[in-house]
């Protein structure tokens, strides 16, 4: 496939099933230690030919799906800190990494705070170009599965099943994002057709219906409502929620403005054995 070419497959979960190796690729043991110890000096040597390896298969899949996975790519037993600066690193040339919270921080190691984990994410997209996680370590329970929904497929099954409903989640929608990230106020459609044809979304579930109640807000209409219980729906009907649960080393880059996002529930072990995930924002025009 070309650099320049993009595919907006309207995937489902047999679709990505049946093509794994459309999205998915993996390194053997001799290619990762290769790659780690590049990484690790911080100059490109005998794992060259792993990396671009690697770049070509995350932006194949990116362009061809709208997400990445690649199984194996590093060694999670190092310290947290040192994984997450030759991750960076690596992939310095998809673009620059970005603060993800208030606080400024570019790298993040999710887990379960409090019990949080027991509860499920829902559908969302970051405000970042590509999301990025690598798993340090699964869930215990096997739960933390990672959801991904494709745009396009949504945008269609919406657009025949309740054309009304799609013309109220292609007009604007207000989400007030004061004291996170980025932009502290985003005005988008929620499904919207992109300058390459493919089909664009922003959803952040929780804080569109809170920001109908913030200052400066407008209460939902009837019609609003609506469409976000029939997006919702189609979200969570098995045949488009995809699942995927990432292993000790495995690597996932979602595009946000392709793909929404989110976690099931999972019951975490104490100490060394919980769930952890290294999470990146990157800001891209590469991809």
Known sequence: ??????????????YLEERRGRWSSALSDEERGLLWADTAARRWGPGDGVRARVRASVLDALRAVGFAHVRNLMDTTAPEDEVAANLSFLLREFGGVVPQNAAGDLTQVLRDRDGDGATELGFHCDTCDLLVLLCLRPSADGGGQTRLASARRVHDIIGRERPDALAELRREWRFDRTGRAGPQLVVSPILFTQDDGTVGCYYQTRTVRASAEAPGGRPLTPAQWDALAVLDEVLYRP?????????????????????????????????????????????SEAV
């Not at 070309?2 to 907006?8: A, H, K």
């Open 239 to 283: 045949e488009i929620a995809f699942g995927l649960r990432l292993e000790a080393g495995e690597l996932l880059v979602i595009r946000n403005s392709r793909v929404l996002h989110g976690r099931s529930p999972y019951t975490d072990a104490p100490g060394d054995r919980s769930r952890r995930m290294l999470r990146l924002w990157m800001s």
């Open 1 to 14: 496939m070309s650099e320049d070419t993009v595919v907006d497959v309207g995937w489902d979960s047999a």
